[in-house]
């Protein structure tokens, strides 16, 4: 698989481990991961937003082992988080997982579907 990340020179530049665009060409598969939410597999939702955020992050870890995919296959990042006041808290813990690594990303203030959840990520990988 070929994969390109770009920041156009002529439009705004990331903030923080994510690139503007990423293009892939001659992949094999696709996977999509649905919004994981900030459980366990006991159905315990961790207290406050750190402990919630790293949790989130295991859950797509699981998926995409499940898949035989690793974090290195993410090429896009789009994060629902219940209050602004949570987005460098989520940054951080975000760049705990990825590393260097630097997918698509979109974060997005939302009502979250449980009041108890602070945030929830979805993904796409490929190879």
């Not at 994060?79 to 949570?86: F, M, N």
């Not at 979109?106 to 929830?120: H, M, S």
């Amino acid at each position: 698989m070929k994969r390109d990340a770009f920041n156009a020179k002529n439009a705004p530049q990331p903030r923080g481990g994510y690139s503007q665009a990423v293009r892939l060409e001659d992949f094999q598969r696709l996977l999509f991961v649905s919004g994981q939410i900030p459980t366990d597999s006991d159905d315990n939702v961790p207290s406050g937003f750190e402990a919630q955020a790293r949790q989130v992050w295991l859950n797509v870890d699981a998926q995409l082992k499940a898949a035989g995919m690793s974090k290195a296959d993410i090429v896009k990042v789009t994060a629902y988080l219940a209050d602004r006041h949570h987005t460098m808290a989520n940054r951080e813990i975000r760049s705990e997982y990825l590393g260097s690594l630097t997918p698509a990303m979109t974060v997005v203030i939302a009502g979250i579907f449980d009041g108890a959840w602070l945030l929830e990520v979805e993904v796409i990988a490929a190879q």
